[in-house]
């Protein structure tokens, strides 16, 4: 049973950065992909970035890209996303994800099975 488990999330002012962490655990990760999603209140969840998990490849959305960095520790089976810089319109419940990598689109919601219960990003004006 895979279980993944976020934290890491908090109340930030502008500017300022986070670390988000998750932890994952149930099987060994060869050949997936760990992705972070993130949705705001009324909004649909939306990609931020993955890593595959073998290679360390990685891809963001254009919103987060040049701000935040995904990576993982294998030692520690742990995927991790340093947010800087940060900006109001970040604010939501970030989720951590994964899904086994055999193509198709991993910055889309539905080809992911497993997620975590999340944890909230608040970046103040």
């Known amino acids: 049973q895979v279980q993944l488990v976020e934290s890491g999330g908090g109340l930030v002012q502008a500017g300022g950065s986070l670390r988000l962490s998750c932890a994952a655990s149930?099987?060994?990760?060869?050949?997936?992909?760990m992705a972070w999603f993130r949705q705001a209140p009324g909004e649909e969840r939306e990609f931020v970035a993955f890593?595959?998990?073998?290679?360390?490849?990685?891809y963001y959305a254009d919103s987060v890209k040049g701000r935040f960095t995904i990576s993982r520790d294998k030692a520690k089976n742990t995927v991790y996303l340093q947010m800087n810089t940060l900006k109001p319109e970040d604010t939501a419940v970030y989720y951590c994800a994964t899904r086994f990598n055999i193509g198709g689109n991993n910055d889309t919601p539905q080809q992911y099975v497993y997620w975590g219960q999340g944890t909230q990003v608040t970046v103040s004006s």
């Open positions: 890593i595959t998990w073998t290679g360390g490849s990685t």
């Open positions: 149930g099987r060994t990760f060869d050949r997936y992909v």
